[in-house]
């Protein structure tokens, strides 16, 4: 696992790290110290750490004229045992929404497990952003972890669809895959 670094191309456009806005902003970042862990492994120093010991997270871009942020995930998603949604929410999730940012679009290729507990965290997302017509898109979840959600009342709050599964996010620019995403729920919509 302590090679599975962020999805790193986008540097030379954002770095979280340097964005006045961010809530990591300021953050340093040894390429050496391994003090993460996930299941007793050590992950990828570049994580980033928001008050959960088990998922971490790395903002790869946030466009604030666009109002959309793109954040990958890795580790365990519990929010039966460590309320991880209330973490995401409260420390991360709403800065965002302060500074403008309604459309999230969330990356689990690296989420391995997801426990869910209770909808209130995702239900005020949804109310936070749904009067700047803002959506949570859920992108490239591992199969169990994607039929966990769809099983779960989250279906109601986040975009999960098998189509937004398998898109080849990495090839496109944080832009192409923002209008990709956003294309998608304007059909949905319709």
Known sequence: MQDLEPFYNWHFQYLS???TLSPFYGRTYSETTYDKTVYNY???PQWDEFGSSTLYIKVLFADYDQKFVIIEMIGEWNDAINNDIMFLKRDVIDIFIENGIS????????????????DSYYQEWIEDIENE??????LNFQEHVFLEMLQ????HYLIL??????VNWRLL???KLYELIDDFVIRKLE
């Open 173 to 175: 620019k944080p832009e």
């Open 133 to 138: 017509a803002g959506w949570i898109a859920m």
């Open 161 to 166: 669809n098998e189509e937004l599964q398998s």
């Open 17 to 19: 790290q340097e964005d």
């Open 42 to 44: 050590y992950i990828h």
């Open 103 to 118: 459309q999230f679009i969330l990356i689990g290729e690296n989420v391995l497990n997801f426990f869910y507990e209770d």
């Open 152 to 155: 779960s009342p989250l279906k």
